[in-house]
């Protein structure tokens, strides 16, 4: 869904899986991190990127697991340049369907490894349920209606590009 808007939006879409992808010559001096400073570095990478296209005047499309504290600086950020964060929770509510996606699904991201349904049941576990204002959608739902319900919800936060 994060490409698909991106693609609709004109806008970068950055994932987090890409970035971890790209990290991976690096793996060994990461894996010397405790879990916390792996985030706080894995979160402001991405901060860095949001912050390039602000200061471009032009929005940016986030894929990621985030914690409401990591979404409440990056709201902040959009504030201090006038735009506006629109947060979109995707969930599939069939947990056979979801799973099959997950353990069907080839992503081929260059120096990541692909995704199994162990890795989303540890994400679940680690990853605080979201509080924060959010659109959910369902990908139950047909693709179109998710990416319009997506579209409709950013345009009427006030589009996410800085005024």
């Given at each position: 869904?994060?490409?698909l808007?991106?693609?609709?939006?004109a806008?970068?879409?950055?994932?987090?899986?890409?970035?971890?992808?790209?990290?991976k010559?690096?793996a060994?001096a990461?894996?010397?991190?405790?879990?916390?400073?792996?985030?706080e570095l894995?979160?402001?990478?991405?901060?860095?990127l949001?912050?390039?296209?602000l200061?471009?005047r032009?929005?940016?499309?986030v894929d990621?697991?985030?914690p409401d504290?990591?979404?409440?600086?990056?709201?902040?950020?959009?504030?201090d340049?006038?735009?506006?964060?629109?947060?979109?929770?995707?969930?599939?509510?069939?947990v056979?369907v979801?799973?099959?996606?997950?353990e069907?699904?080839?992503r081929?991201?260059?120096g990541w490894?692909?995704?199994?349904?162990?890795?989303?049941?540890?994400?679940?576990?680690?990853?605080?349920?979201?509080r924060?204002e959010?659109?959910?959608i369902?990908a139950?739902e047909p693709?179109d209606?998710?990416?319009?319900?997506?579209?409709?919800?950013?345009?009427?936060?006030?589009s996410?590009i800085?005024?």
């Amino acid at each position: 869904m994060a490409d698909l808007t991106a693609k609709t939006m004109a806008a970068p879409a950055f994932a987090g899986d890409w970035l971890l992808g790209a990290l991976k010559p690096a793996a060994r001096a990461l894996a010397q991190l405790d879990r916390q400073t792996y985030l706080e570095l894995y979160h402001g990478l991405l901060r860095s990127l949001i912050t390039r296209q602000l200061l471009l005047r032009q929005s940016a499309i986030v894929d990621c697991l985030v914690p409401d504290d990591v979404l409440d600086a990056w709201r902040l950020l959009a504030v201090d340049h006038q735009a506006q964060l629109s947060v979109v929770e995707c969930v599939c509510t069939d947990v056979t369907v979801h799973r099959g996606r997950v353990e069907g699904r080839v992503r081929n991201i260059p120096g990541w490894h692909e995704v199994g349904w162990g890795h989303v049941q540890r994400m679940r576990a680690e990853v605080p349920a979201l509080r924060t204002e959010r659109l959910i959608i369902d990908a139950l739902e047909p693709v179109d209606r998710n990416l319009q319900a997506v579209l409709t919800y950013v345009q009427s936060a006030g589009s996410g590009i800085p005024r």
